[in-house]
């Protein structure tokens, strides 16, 4: 260690305060950190690119400081999905410190894990105050039915006014209006549960058939569009 001629010329002080640092919440436990050991949750979070092309939504389950489990939800941008690819290969395994200074691959997947590194160490997590946290594989839950991101979009312009291309429940195949044209309603398809009854064997019209299902008002319209091609 080296010291500046200043400090080598300066008399010894003695340091009276040192009580560590103020406890944060951790899974139902109230924990002084001072290692990345110390340190347990999980919690989400949103990243993004420099030139805000896409996005990222990453859950991380942190146990004594190791992340057990990572789930990489990309939105935006092509090249983001084998980026989340690779980021849920290189995520479990590493302590939190190492995965803030890991490429990720795509930049958006760093934005979000700095962002969640803050909130763990911080005790900002959605399990501080849930006694012994979640297990492994919990924010699996998050997706639902098929394990499919919850995703939204929707289109509009002045000219045309909106269409929904795909909300919660899944896919939209028709949007019903009203006699003024107004939208009073969806049908949609959930893919997730498609795909599940096809690869049992299913037949795929009678699969999608089986998935479909409506929103809103959607059997008292006066007109039914296409979203996509009306």
Request: hydrophobic share 35%; charged share 25%; net charge negative.
């Amino acid at each position: 260690m080296n010291y500046t001629s200043e400090v080598e010329r300066m008399c010894c002080v003695a340091k009276g305060a040192n009580h560590g640092p103020a406890p944060i919440p951790e899974e139902g436990r109230w924990v002084k950190v001072t290692q990345v050991s110390d340190v347990s949750g999980l919690t989400h979070g949103i990243g993004w690119c420099a030139p805000q092309q896409g996005c990222c939504k990453l859950t991380l389950n942190v146990k004594e400081g190791i992340i057990e489990e990572a789930l990489v939800e990309t939105l935006g941008c092509s090249g983001m999905t084998h980026s989340a690819s690779m980021a849920s290969e290189i995520l479990p395994g590493k302590t939190i410190l190492e995965a803030l200074n890991t490429d990720l691959v795509c930049d958006a997947i760093n934005v979000a894990m700095r962002e969640l590194f803050q909130q763990i160490v911080y005790g900002r997590t959605q399990t501080a105050f849930s006694e012994d946290g979640l297990p492994v594989g919990a924010s699996l839950e998050d997706l639902g039915k098929g394990l499919r991101s919850q995703v939204g979009t929707s289109f509009g312009t002045k000219a045309k006014g909106p269409r929904y291309l795909e909300i919660a429940e899944g896919y939209v195949t028709r949007i019903a209006l009203d006699e003024e044209g107004q939208t009073i309603g969806y049908e949609f398809v959930h893919l997730g549960k498609v795909m599940e009854a096809y690869k049992k064997g299913t037949d795929a019209n009678e699969a999608i058939k089986a998935a479909t299902g409506t929103y809103g008002r959607f059997k008292d319209a006066f007109k039914y569009i296409d979203p996509r091609k009306e």
